[in-house]
Each structure stands twice: as structure tokens, then as C-alpha cells.
């Protein structure tokens, strides 16, 4: 079964703080793709990538970068955490059938 | 571009009834995914199955049943005979064939929060 890992369940940051969510996924998958998700509004996608250093922005890319050096890897990064970044945040790589998601990370920003 | 509506934002039954969860979506590609997920309490987005738009076919899976049809743009999701296990929230979801074959991630709807009472 392909594995999504995202290194942490709960987070708590400062507005202001450079921030990094972590994901890691151990089935050499190409896509890899983080969302968030907020009570009434569903799942949204931020970013997404296609392979090593390749990125592309999703439906809501404000306030957001991301980094991929390593195919496993795929990291989501907040320039300057701001309150209205409250939420859970969810990886996830595109498998041959479909996609697998990580347990999400909810992070709390204050 | 692609859109996916679940009217239902909650709904509430007594175990053992049998309960349909609503999914429509817009696309202008032939070629398209639709997906049902279920994110019980712990968060976890747990992927329940997958339809191309080639394969109007209905699918049994134990309680679970799946209803497609391309001439109403409906993907609903029946549960028969509902168990409080079955509790969660409810995700359906639409891929596009992009170049990598749906590479450009899904588009949910906003979900639906089943709670079958005891």
C-alpha cells in the first residue's frame, strides 16, 4: 500500500513565522499535491507538482510556496504565517488508481 | 473548469435505515474521474472508489452502491442498512484528464456529514 506521511499531526505557530509542512510519500510517485481544508468549504487545492522542481499553483496559492528537491518529498511553506492560514492541511500523491492522502496536518496559527 | 456540488450539507438517520448521499458535477471534458472519499473523525481521507467516464456501470460494494449516470451529471452514493460506524464526512471529487491522465489533482465537492444515530 503507498504511504503518505505528513511529519506533523498538530502545530501550533506565531503570525509571522516562516513555516514548513512536510510530506513524504514512499512509492517514487510523480504528482504530489497539498490542500486545505476548512469546515463548509471542502477541500482546496494550493499546489501541485508534476516532478523534481516542477510546480504548479492550484486555486489558492496566496500566502503559500512549496518546494520539491526530492521526488519523495513535498513540502508546503508559509512565508509568514497569518491567522487566516488556520486549517488542516492535507497531502497527497496521485497513485496509478487514484490518490492517497496523509493524515493532514492541522496547524493553528496565532 | 470543473465543479462539483454536494447539495446535502448534513443529514441525520437512525441506524439501519438506508440513506443516499447527492453528488453533481460539471465538466466539459469527455474524459473524467469521479471519486468518493470518506474522512471519518480522525481526519483521515479514505478513498471508498473511482469511476472513469467511459463506465456508466453501477457498482455494488457490500452496503455500498453507486449510482452513475452522464445524462443528469450524478454520482450518488447509496449506504444500505446504516451502521453508526458509517458516521463521517463524505467527499465526492472530479478529475479531469490532463496530460499526466488527471495529474492536475481533484476537485471536491464541500461534503456531506452523514450521522447515523444509534
Known amino acids: 500500500d503507498v504511504k503518505v506521511t505528513q511529519s506533523s499531526r498538530y502545530l501550533v505557530k506565531r503570525t509571522g513565522e516562516k513555516v514548513f509542512l512536510e510530506c513524504v510519500q514512499d512509492?517514487?510517485?510523480?504528482?504530489m499535491f497539498w490542500y486545505r481544508q476548512d469546515p463548509g468549504l471542502g477541500l482546496r487545492l494550493i499546489y501541485f507538482?508534476?516532478?523534481?522542481?516542477?510546480?504548479e499553483k492550484g486555486d489558492i496559492p496566496e500566502g503559500y510556496s512549496v518546494s520539491r528537491e526530492k521526488k519523495e518529498r513535498f513540502s508546503l511553506i508559509l512565508e509568514s504565517a497569518s491567522t487566516n492560514q488556520t486549517s488542516m492541511y492535507l497531502c497527497?500523491?496521485?497513485?496509478?488508481?487514484?490518490?492517497?492522502f496523509g493524515s493532514g496536518t492541522r496547524l493553528t496559527v496565532v | 473548469a470543473q465543479k462539483v456540488t454536494q447539495a446535502q450539507t448534513e443529514i441525520s438517520v437512525v441506524e439501519k435505515e438506508d440513506v443516499t448521499l447527492d453528488c453533481v458535477y460539471e465538466?466539459?471534458?469527455?474524459?473524467?474521474?469521479l471519486f468518493w472519499y470518506k474522512q471519518p473523525p480522525s481526519g483521515e481521507l479514505v478513498f471508498l472508489i473511482r469511476?472513469?467516464?467511459?463506465?456508466?456501470q453501477n457498482e455494488i460494494s457490500g452496503r455500498y452502491s453507486w449510482n452513475f449516470q452522464k445524462s443528469t451529471s450524478s454520482f450518488n452514493f447509496t449506504i444500505t442498512a446504516s451502521q453508526v460506524v458509517d458516521s463521517a464526512v463524505y467527499f465526492c471529487?472530479?478529475?479531469?484528464?490532463?496530460?499526466?491522465?488527471?495529474?492536475?489533482?481533484?476537485?471536491f465537492g464541500k461534503g456531506t456529514h452523514l450521522i447515523i444515530q444509534p
Open positions: 465538466t466539459r471534458d469527455t474524459t473524467y474521474y
Open positions: 471529487a472530479l478529475s479531469e484528464a490532463g496530460p499526466g491522465g488527471g495529474a492536475d489533482g481533484l476537485t
Open positions: 497527497a500523491s496521485r497513485t496509478a488508481y487514484g490518490y492517497t
Open positions: 507538482s508534476y516532478d523534481v522542481k516542477m510546480k
Open positions: 512509492m517514487d510517485h510523480e504528482n
Open positions: 469511476r472513469n467516464s467511459f463506465d456508466e
